[in-house]
Nanobody, 116 residues
Framework: QVQLVESGGGLVQPGGSLRLSCAASGSISSLNTMGWYRQAPGKERELAAS???????TYADSVKGRFTISRDNAKNTVYLQMNSLKPEDTAVYYC??????????WGKGTLVTVSS
């Protein structure tokens, strides 16, 4: 079993920055992909960014150039640096970990609100 605990959400003004963190614990394979999905009110959950254990990253078009995902494999932690935030980035952000054999785990989510 894998547990994911997110932190770092909150209220920020448009144009501001936030950094999300997600620490994984439990039975974690060294080969995995960690990432962040987000779900805005009334919308489906969507991928924001992901990163493999080898460091390959993927970003949604809507966040490219503004968000940066990184990870510390020694700490089993993934980060999402969010800059130039927009009101449309308001969502619950969920940390996720997918194992090499397809098992997927989710955190409980952290709310990011971008508003003046």
């Amino acid at each position: 079993q894998v547990q994911l605990v997110e932190s770092g959400g909150g209220l920020v003004q448009p144009g501001g920055s936030l950094r999300l963190s997600c620490a994984a614990s439990g039975s974690i394979s060294s080969l995995n992909t960690m990432g962040w999905y987000r779900q805005a009110p009334g919308k489906e959950r969507e991928l924001a960014a992901s990163i493999t254990s080898g460091g390959t990253t993927t970003y949604a078009d809507s966040v490219k150039g503004r968000f940066t995902i990184s990870r510390d494999n020694a700490k089993n932690t993934v980060y999402l640096q969010m800059n130039s935030l927009k009101p449309e980035d308001t969502a619950v952000y969920y940390c996720t970990l997918r194992t090499f054999n397809g098992m997927r785990y989710w955190g409980k989510g952290t709310l990011v609100t971008v508003s003046s």
